[in-house]
């Protein structure tokens, strides 16, 4: 249905556009950005990222270059541990002291910079005047008298007998 309505749309000949095989042709200002940007990457990884394997393992490395069939399961397995993480290294307890620290100082340091404000700044500070009680007793009577939030509000007592003296009345 919807390549009928293309064709209808574009004529019963419209086709995409061919697209080149040839080569992809890049700028040289490209390709020197290119090649200035993984200048400076260093050719191989840091040694803290790819550690020197322990003697034992380097051992294995050199037999496993021969036949797997002389490599028994254990030295199998150290070759696969030492090339791979596995789900148990994932899983292991990670030393997390450092964090619960940091977390609870920032909480700590929050709370207290929360408590001082409001012992220090707050102490004088008078209050506002749109808590007073006669502010709260004005507000009270503009909404009753302007009948705002009738339903539920403060005017809900004159809203429902205007609707009740309504339905009271007979009709004529």
């Given at each position: 249905?919807?390549?009928?309505i293309?064709?209808?749309?574009?004529?019963?000949?419209?086709?995409?556009p061919?697209?080149?095989?040839?080569?992809?042709?890049?700028?040289t200002?490209t390709?020197d950005?290119?090649?200035?940007?993984n200048?400076?990457?260093?050719?191989?990884p840091?040694?803290?990222?790819?550690?020197?394997?322990?003697?034992?393992?380097?051992?294995?490395r050199?037999k496993e270059?021969?036949?797997?069939?002389d490599?028994?399961?254990?030295?199998?397995?150290?070759?696969?541990?030492?090339s791979?993480r596995t789900?148990h290294?994932n899983?292991?307890?990670?030393?997390?002291?450092?964090?619960?620290l940091?977390?609870?100082?920032?909480?700590?340091a929050?709370l207290?910079?929360f408590?001082?404000?409001?012992?220090?700044?707050?102490?004088d500070?008078?209050?506002?005047?749109?808590?007073?009680?006669?502010?709260k007793e004005?507000?009270?009577?503009?909404?009753?008298?302007?009948a705002?939030?009738?339903?539920?509000?403060?005017?809900?007592a004159?809203?429902?007998?205007?609707v009740?003296n309504?339905?009271?009345?007979p009709?004529?």
């Amino acid at each position: 249905m919807l390549s009928t309505i293309a064709r209808r749309a574009y004529g019963s000949h419209a086709s995409a556009p061919a697209v080149s095989s040839g080569p992809i042709l890049v700028s040289t200002a490209t390709l020197d950005l290119i090649a200035q940007v993984n200048s400076g990457l260093p050719a191989q990884p840091p040694k803290s990222l790819a550690p020197t394997p322990t003697p034992e393992i380097a051992a294995l490395r050199v037999k496993e270059k021969g036949s797997w069939k002389d490599l028994t399961i254990a030295e199998r397995q150290a070759l696969y541990d030492a090339s791979f993480r596995t789900f148990h290294d994932n899983r292991k307890a990670k030393p997390r002291g450092a964090i619960y620290l940091g977390v609870g100082a920032g909480v700590g340091a929050g709370l207290l910079l929360f408590v001082l404000g409001r012992l220090v700044l707050a102490r004088d500070a008078e209050t506002p005047r749109t808590l007073t009680k006669e502010w709260k007793e004005a507000r009270r009577q503009i909404a009753i008298r302007t009948a705002s939030n009738p339903v539920y509000g403060e005017s809900r007592a004159t809203w429902q007998d205007t609707v009740f003296n309504m339905l009271k009345k007979p009709t004529n």
